[in-house]
Every structure is written in C-alpha cells, then in structure tokens.
C-alpha cells in the first residue's frame, strides 16, 4: 500500500470511528448459521496424544489436556451431518472415525480438519446400514453394521471393502490374521483376512473365538471420565427442541413431546448463555416427568413460567421448580385412555397467558375438561365445551396445541390430530368458542382432507396461518374477526406464468410443521420432512428452502420456529437439536433516528465480500446510499426494519474507498435519519 493510500484509509476509519455499533451490540453476518449443540451426557472418550475426544449427547468437541482448551464441532463449523453414534481413535491414521445415526462417516484430526466419506451414507441399499459399533485395527476402522461389516481405510479415507453377510453384526474384532463379527444374536462368524472376504463364502461360523475377542476398549472412559464431566463445553442440556419461543431477549425450549428419552426441561437461551430449569422433579412430584410441550411466561414477571406436557402442568419461578398441577389439586383430569389417579398422562399440550397475566391451557384427551383458566389470582376458571370433546363424548380433542391470542384479542388453537384436525376460535370477552372441524373446503370449492393441523400464527395484516398435512392453509383477518360457524379455508395460489393462465396452491401437499413471521411480514414455513421454507411477504416469491443437504440445517424435521425480531436471527428446533440463520428481516421501527439507526460491519473492511446491513429503519422505508458528495450509489426498500447492500454501486462494481451516506424516509415519504459506513479497500 502507497503512504497516500495509507493516509486515506487511516482518514476515513478516523472520520467513522463514532459511528461504529452502539456499545456493547453484536451482529452476526447476514446468511450466517450458527448451532447450539447439547454436550451434557458424556458417552464415549478416546484418548488421542494429549487431546480427547468427547462423544456427549451425541455431538462431539475436543479437549486440550496441556491448556485445558475446548474446540466444539457441529455441522455450522465443519462436520458434515449431526446425531454421531460412535466413535473412535487410529493411532497410525492420527484420525478419529465419526460414525451419524444415518450412517454417515467423517475423519477428524486433531487440527480439527474433517473429511466426509459418503459412500455408505449414499448407497442405495435394501439391506438396514445402521452402523452399531467401530473396531480399528491398525489405520483401519471395522463398522459393525445390520447387514455384515465394512472395512474403512482411514488414511485414504475411503471404504476399501463391504461385507455383505446378510447378518445382524453387533462387534468386529480382528486377530491372529482372522476378522470375527458377532452377530446380535450371539453367534460368532470368522474369515481370513488373506482371502477375499467380500464373497460371503469364505466366511464360516466358528466357536473357538479368543476369550475377550470382542471386548470394548473403555479404559479412556475409565481413565478420563471423572475429569470430562467436569468440563464445560457449553450449550443447552438436551437436543431436542420441539417447542420453541422468543420473548424479553430470551428463546424458551422444550422438548415438545418429540418421543426422544431426554428428560422433559425448560432450556433458555440469553445473550450466547444457556439456563436448565430444574428437573430432577420426579422424587418431589411422585411420579415420571417427560415430554413437556410447550411455555409461556408471565407478561407481570419475567422469571415466572408456567409449562405444561404429558405429566400435567409446571410452574417455575428463576428456574426453580415451584408446583406441578395435576388431577389432584387442580380441575385437570386423568386421560380417559388411562387408569383413574395415573399421574404419567395429565395432558396439557398448550399454554398461553393474555395480557393481564391469566395462563390458558388445555387438557386433553380428558373425560369432563378441555380449556382451562388459571387467573392471576390463583383462581381455576373452566370453559369447557362439548364441542371440544370426540368419541361421542367420551373425551376431550386428542392433542389441542398452539394456543394464540391475534390482536383483536381472540384465542386460537389447533387439533393436531389425524383423526379429528380441528381450528378452535374463543372470544373470551363474549365466552363464544367457534370450532372448525369436518367437511373443510379451499376458497374454490375444493374439498380438503387433513391429517394434522397445527401452529397458528397471526401475519402483519392480521391473517390467520396454520400448518396443515397438505399445505400452509389461511383465513382472511376479515373471516378471523366475524368468526362464522362455517368459513372458507383458504390456499393461496401461485401464478405459474408460462403462459397458461393456471396456478398452484403454495406448497401444495407439503406437510407444514411450524411457522413463523419475521419483520418483512414473510412466512417462515417448517415441515416434517422436507426443510424449511421463506415466503415473500406477498405470498408470491420462494426466496429461500433449506434442507440438510444444501445448508447446515440439522434435521429436514423443523419442529419449531422461532424468531428474534431485534436481530433476525431465526431459530429451528429439531428433533437432533437447535440452529439458526440470520436473517435480512428485523421487526421494523416505529421511528427512525440517529440513535438506533446504524450500519454493520463497520467500517467494511479490505477483503469483505459480505452484505453490508442497515438496522433500525420503519416498515417498508425508502434506503438511498451516496456518496459524500451526493451521488446515488444504491437504493432499495427495507425488510422490516433492515436493508442489505451489496457495496457495490448499480453497475455491480465495487465502491471505492470511503465514507457513503445512508439517507431513509418513510414509506409514506416523509424524512428519516443519515447514519455512515466507511468502505476501505
């Protein structure tokens, strides 16, 4: 660099040092992921020189027995899939072999470089490659999969032979020039390692296998185990987060009755740090406690929540258990499916408080209760109503979650249930309960079969979404405010435009498990199997669809979302764990001014490729960026309250070194605020 051009630079980063992010704020890059993976439970430790690898939780970090460092991995910063069942170390390779429940192969070294071998993982296969334990035998690694073995050069990184035994293998163990697998079922096959073991014919029962062949080797476990639970490597406790919430700055998880054997909690998430509400419950409360569904927090305390699940309801004040409401101090019922007094199936699937602090629940599957008051007084309030209840009569709507307040101050929820989905509207200032379940028809005519249907949630010009078996359905905030016996569901539809005057309902026939509404008013859709989708505003535009395979999204099953509107920054809750994108949305700001209009990184340093973002701004506000002396460089609309600038000008070149403008206005035009970003080349 010449002395002048160094004399520039220092001039401009001079000119924009005040202007920088307010003190104490943080942003990650728009497009960024990032994942918040449970290391709790330690199952496997392999010792490699003066690291160890840590298998918890099924995740994986290592730890620097000389400096005491952590390096935690996940499929954000390298690894190539999630869930890891196994693991294990080759001293000749200097690799450690990372095995996923899918099957799935990765390579570690101690430098934290990764290699993905995908053969078995891709393989199209009849035969169950589930992969139940690693033998490694010089620099290579025998799995023992549900049809045979296979043999993995690890220094090649590269599967050199497949055993396809037709058996069930549990251990492979390799000795005295023979490779033995033991079956599930006890039984003990061998063959040389000097012939060709693919041809299942040089494979032969045997019963004189060396005692102790097929031991594990734990004495890492055994030697380092004390000293690893002692270890932080940060994180939530558990994996699974099917309920997700954002709130007060804070994201609220439960396990959401995901039918994993993590044991039901509540897991916040502040500012990078993670709280675990107390758990260890079931000696206080007499009886299992699992599967919570979902919380809420007090709108009069912050530290009070209230969660409720399969076991009955919970409350918590500062992350201390505080009372279980069950059959026996409270108007919740025993499932009717179940013995009379069993405590291990009190259903409340949803929880809500309003605005004035009283908490709404349901109980399902219950003989006599189905939507429940608990007043902020303390006070049981009961609103039951037969048309909540199925089988004749016989019980309450089988799983009655998401329970909503829109903003005309109605309460919705859904019946997330093949055999009766349903959409439930109370008015609670006119008692009026409006159920819509049965003969459900598209603004066409169409009739609609669901299986499920779940996941309410009210967009910025007051429409009424929900997740349904063949579709993101909606009513119109027209239909949610006349609240008629009988309405139209509604899918919208896609104008194909080729020509052909036709159109295709949005996501038509795709099994919508969570949505969400970010600061643009675009809808956020998770499902059950195929990834997450983002929506324009107007319902028009794919702008994103991530799956596991095209971004470091954990699990193609999105359970939840949730969305922090301050940041962008999107939450997916999965059933393998927790991770996110930010966003180019925020919520959008009621006013703009010079103290919470600002423009990141900044300044925007040589070699930075990234969008330049602006936060802070109104709905829809008009975004000019110029030059010091005027000239329009860029302009756009904002997201919410966010705008994103390439750095280049309108012809796609790169802007030359200095200080540009952000100039704003309203959307109605009147004027906003100026905030700078200094661009150094």
């Given at each position: 660099m010449t002395r002048t051009g160094f004399i520039n630079n220092a001039a401009i980063i001079a000119a924009v040092a005040l202007l920088a992010l307010p003190a104490g704020v943080t942003r990650a890059a728009i497009g960024s992921w990032k994942a918040y993976m449970a290391y709790h439970n330690v199952q496997q430790i392999r010792e490699a020189g003066k690291y160890l690898f840590v298998l918890a939780s099924n995740n994986l970090y290592q730890y620097n027995t000389a400096d005491q460092s952590i390096t935690t991995y996940d499929k954000v910063n390298g690894l190539s899939d999630t869930h890891?069942?196994?693991?294990?170390?080759?001293?000749?390779?200097?690799?450690?072999?990372?095995?996923?429940?899918?099957?799935?192969?990765?390579?570690?070294?101690?430098?934290?470089?990764?290699?993905?071998?995908?053969?078995?993982?891709?393989?199209?296969?009849?035969?169950?490659?589930?992969?139940?334990?690693?033998?490694?035998?010089?620099?290579?690694?025998?799995?023992?999969?549900?049809?045979?073995?296979?043999?993995?050069?690890?220094?090649?990184?590269?599967?050199?032979?497949?055993?396809?035994?037709?058996?069930?293998?549990?251990?492979?163990?390799?000795?005295?020039?023979?490779?033995?697998?033991?079956?599930?079922a006890g039984a003990v096959w061998a063959g040389a390692v000097s012939s060709n073991l693919i041809d299942r014919n040089n494979w032969s029962t045997v019963t004189d296998a060396p005692a102790g062949l097929f031991d594990a080797d734990n004495s890492a476990y055994e030697k380092y185990h004390e000293l690893v639970e002692t270890l932080n490597p940060g994180g939530p406790h558990y994996n699974s987060m099917g309920f997700t919430m954002f709130k007060n700055g804070r994201l609220y998880t439960v396990n959401g009755g995901t039918g994993e054997n993590d044991k039901a909690c509540v897991q916040v998430l502040e500012n990078g740090k993670w709280t675990v509400y107390e758990n260890d419950i079931e000696d206080a409360i007499g009886h299992?406690?699992?599967?919570?569904?979902?919380?809420?927090?007090?709108?009069?305390?912050?530290?009070?929540?209230?969660?409720?699940?399969?076991?009955?309801?919970?409350?918590?004040?500062?992350?201390?258990?505080?009372?279980?409401?069950?059959?026996?101090?409270?108007?919740?019922?025993?499932?009717?499916?179940?013995?009379?007094?069993?405590?291990?199936?009190?259903?409340?699937?949803?929880?809500?408080?309003?605005?004035?602090?009283?908490?709404?629940?349901?109980?399902?599957?219950?003989?006599?209760?189905?939507?429940?008051?608990?007043?902020?007084?303390?006070?049981?309030i009961d609103h039951h109503d037969s048309r909540l209840m199925v089988e004749n009569g016989t019980r309450s709507m089988e799983q009655m979650n998401g329970l909503m307040f829109d903003s005309r101050g109605l309460l919705w929820f859904g019946n997330n249930y093949w055999n009766i989905p349903a959409l439930i509207r109370y008015a609670p200032s006119a008692d009026a309960l409006t159920v819509y379940r049965n003969g459900f028809t598209n603004q066409d005519g169409v009739g609609l079969t669901l299986t499920f249907l779940k996941d309410v949630t009210e967009d910025r010009d007051g429409n009424?979404?929900?997740?349904?078996?063949?579709?993101?359905?909606?009513?119109?905030?027209?239909?949610?405010?006349?609240?008629?016996?009988?309405?139209?569901?509604?899918?919208?539809?896609?104008?194909?435009?080729?020509?052909?005057?036709?159109?295709?309902?949005?996501?038509?026939?795709?099994?919508?498990?969570?949505?969400?509404?970010?600061?643009?008013n675009r809808k956020w859709f998770g499902t059950s199997t195929n990834g997450v989708y983002l929506i324009s505003a107007d319902n028009m535009t794919q702008i994103h669809h991530f799956t596991t395979d095209n971004s470091p999204l954990l699990s193609n099953n999105v359970m939840d979302i949730a969305i922090d509107d301050a940041t962008g920054e999107v939450f997916f809750g999965t059933e393998f764990g927790l991770c996110s994108y930010m966003s180019d949305a925020t919520a959008p700001a009621g006013e703009m001014d010079k103290d919470n209009v600002y423009a990141y990184p900044n300044p925007v340093e040589p070699g930075y490729t990234g969008l330049i973002t602006v936060t802070g701004l109104s709905f829809d506000a008009d975004v000019k960026v110029t030059t010091a002396t005027g000239h329009l460089v860029a302009q756009g609309r904002s997201n919410g309250g966010t705008f994103t600038w390439d750095g280049r000008d309108s012809n796609g070149r790169r802007v030359a070194s200095g200080v540009y403008n952000i100039v704003t206005a309203k959307s109605d035009g009147s004027r906003g605020t100026v905030c700078k970003v200094a661009v150094i080349n």
């Open positions: 890891i069942t196994n693991i294990e170390w080759s001293r000749a390779a200097r690799r450690l072999i990372a095995v996923y429940s899918n099957s799935n192969i990765d390579l570690v070294d101690t430098d934290g470089n990764v290699t993905n071998i995908s053969d078995l993982y891709s393989k199209s296969m009849t035969e169950d490659k589930t992969v139940n334990s690693i033998t490694v035998s010089g620099a290579d690694a025998y799995l023992a999969t549900n049809f045979g073995a296979v043999k993995v050069n690890m220094e090649r990184a590269e599967i050199s032979e497949t055993y396809n035994l037709g058996l069930r293998v549990s251990r492979v163990a390799v000795s005295s020039g023979r490779v033995y697998v033991r079956t599930t299992r406690f699992l599967n919570l569904m979902s919380c809420d927090v007090d709108p009069k305390a912050p530290g009070h929540v209230f969660a409720g699940g399969q076991t009955g309801l919970y409350e918590y004040r500062d992350g201390k258990f505080v009372k279980e409401y069950t059959y026996d101090n409270s108007p919740l019922k025993v499932a009717s499916t179940v013995s009379a007094g069993n405590k291990n199936y009190v259903i409340v699937p949803s929880v809500k408080f309003d605005a004035a602090g009283n908490l709404w629940l349901t109980n399902s599957i219950s003989p006599s209760t189905s939507l429940l008051e608990l007043t902020a007084g303390g006070e049981w009424l979404w929900f997740g349904t078996s063949i579709g993101p359905l909606y009513i119109t905030a027209a239909q949610a405010a006349e609240g008629a016996s009988q309405t139209v569901f509604n899918q919208f539809k896609v104008p194909r435009n080729d020509g052909s005057n036709l159109a295709d309902y949005l996501l038509n026939n795709t099994g919508i498990s969570a949505i969400a509404i970010d600061g643009a």
